[in-house]
């Protein structure tokens, strides 16, 4: 028998190989397209995972898994591409890896300015529109599904920014996370200078890597873990 799939079923009975497991998908599975360490790739368009709280990162694997994201392979390339590996995925490994990915220390984008922004006005759309969610040093809030934004590279959050603003995330039935996040996008950003403006602020909320370099793993604040 296959050992993953083995290991899969005897899944909720021991801990100890479900984090074998999570470790085996995620080498075997992920780090290809998002980095050995989760912190994604630029030339892939990959985002950085490392520390993603398992929450959410298996809602996306579910909504890639069952059509509600990813599922417009022309207008949302990636996303397709993403939706392809989590169909091969079985609910068990998707839970293990899930696990997997939010033990990885957090990796700071090493990219931490926006060409053009304004991140003065930035942080004031912040704080009157986001931080409600994802609360004020934007690392999420499980309460309302809204995941940490730190973390994650600029040009990624822009990228979601604008599927969400062109319903090609958060558009699909049952997607009632994304559609809360449709609504703010388009409600209130306004513009593609606005959309800048908030990522870059975004940008200055990651924790400054004191010894490390930006782009390298470092620990993070315990807020994020559950
Ligand atoms: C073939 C390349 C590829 C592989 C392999 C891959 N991914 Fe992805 N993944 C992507 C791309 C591209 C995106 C960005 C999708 C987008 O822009 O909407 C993505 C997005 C994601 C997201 C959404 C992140 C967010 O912030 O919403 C998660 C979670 C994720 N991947 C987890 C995984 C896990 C876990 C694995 C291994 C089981 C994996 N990926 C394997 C390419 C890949
Ligand atoms: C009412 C709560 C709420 C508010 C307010 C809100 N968000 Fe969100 N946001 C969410 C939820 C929920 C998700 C997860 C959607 C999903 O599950 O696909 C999300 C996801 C995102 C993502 C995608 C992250 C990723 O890793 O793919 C970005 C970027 C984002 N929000 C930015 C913002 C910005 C910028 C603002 C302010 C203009 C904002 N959000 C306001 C709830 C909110």
Request: glycine share 10%.
């Amino acid at each position: 028998m296959d050992l993953l799939l083995f290991v899969t079923l005897t899944l909720p009975l021991c801990p100890v190989l479900a984090g074998a497991v999570g470790a085996a998908v995620f080498e075997k599975v992920c780090a290809s397209c998002h980095g050995g360490r989760g912190e994604g790739k630029t030339e892939l368009k990959t985002p950085s995972i490392a520390n993603a709280p398992r929450w959410y990162v298996m809602r996306q694997l579910m909504n890639f898994h069952e059509g509600r994201r990813g599922q417009d392979a022309a207008n949302d390339p990636q996303g397709a591409l993403m939706a392809g590996i989590a169909k091969s995925l079985k609910p068990g490994e998707m839970e293990a890896v899930a696990a997997f990915v939010e033990n990885l220390p957090l990796v700071v984008p090493s990219e931490r300015e926006i060409a053009g922004a304004d991140v003065q006005r930035g942080q004031e759309l912040f704080d009157e529109r986001c931080m409600e969610c994802h609360r004020y040093n934007a690392s999420g809030e499980m309460a309302f599904g809204s995941p940490p934004l730190i973390g994650r590279q600029g040009w990624y959050l822009q990228e979601q920014l604008h599927k969400f603003k062109n319903l090609h995330r958060g558009a699909a039935r049952g997607d009632d996370k994304g559609a809360k996040m449709v609504q703010m996008a388009t409600q209130f950003i306004q513009d593609e200078q606005a959309m800048k403006n908030v990522v870059g602020y975004i940008l200055t909320l990651n924790p400054v890597a004191s010894k490390a370099e930006a782009g390298t793993a470092i620990f993070a604040p315990p807020v994020l873990k559950r």
